[in-house]
Structure formats: C-alpha cells, structure tokens
C-alpha cells in the first residue's frame, strides 16, 4: 500500500526506483513504503543500511527495499485531505 494515500500497490515482488503510485503520484521505492521501515531503530531502519537517508519520503537507491503491506494502513481515499482537496477543486469546472 502506498504509505502517503492508502492506494493498493501492485503486487509484485520489486517495485522499480522510478515508479510511482497510481492515484496520488508520490514515488513508492521509499523508505515509508518498505518493510524494513521502523522508526527509533539506528537510521530509522531494521536493515544494517551502510548510508543514512535523510528524506524517508524521497525516491531512494537502497538495495534492502522490500515493500511493505503495513505502510498505509488506515488510510482511505476519502481521508486524504488532499484527495478531498482536488475533489473539490475539480467539482468547480463540471458544467
């Protein structure tokens, strides 16, 4: 699941370092979107990681990146204040 907006992700083992989530376009090979994503551990992270990643929501490099079904949880699309936001957005220009 995309962390940002709850979208369901493909399901396939790798997720390229350039792809991105279908519905709110933020990049998946993220440190939020990986298995091995745990907050308070050393670098934020359960793997032994040789180079820190400062933006834990910024497209990365990291070889350790296995997706993670738990990142997202809890969100739904009709939370998503951005989402919402849009929505809206777009009902002004519907004739």
């Known amino acids: 699941m995309c962390y940002a907006c709850g979208t369901k992700l493909p399901a396939r083992e790798r997720l390229g370092f350039r792809d991105f989530c ?5 990049a998946v090979h993220v440190c939020r979107n990986c298995r091995f994503y745990k907050p308070g ?3 934020d992270c359960a793997e ?7 933006d834990k929501e910024k497209a990365n490099f990291c070889e350790w990146f296995s997706p993670s079904p ?3 949880a ?3 699309k009709s ?3 951005a989402g919402k936001a849009r929505s809206s957005f777009d009902d002004l220009f519907k004739t």
Request: aromatic share 4%; hydrophobic share 35%.
């Open 48 to 54: 032994t990681v040789s180079e820190l990643v400062t």
């Open 70 to 72: 738990e990142a997202g």
């Open 41 to 43: 551990a050393h670098w």
């Open 79 to 81: 939370s998503d204040a």
């Open 22 to 26: 279908p519905d709110c376009g933020r």
């Open 74 to 76: 809890g969100l739904s």
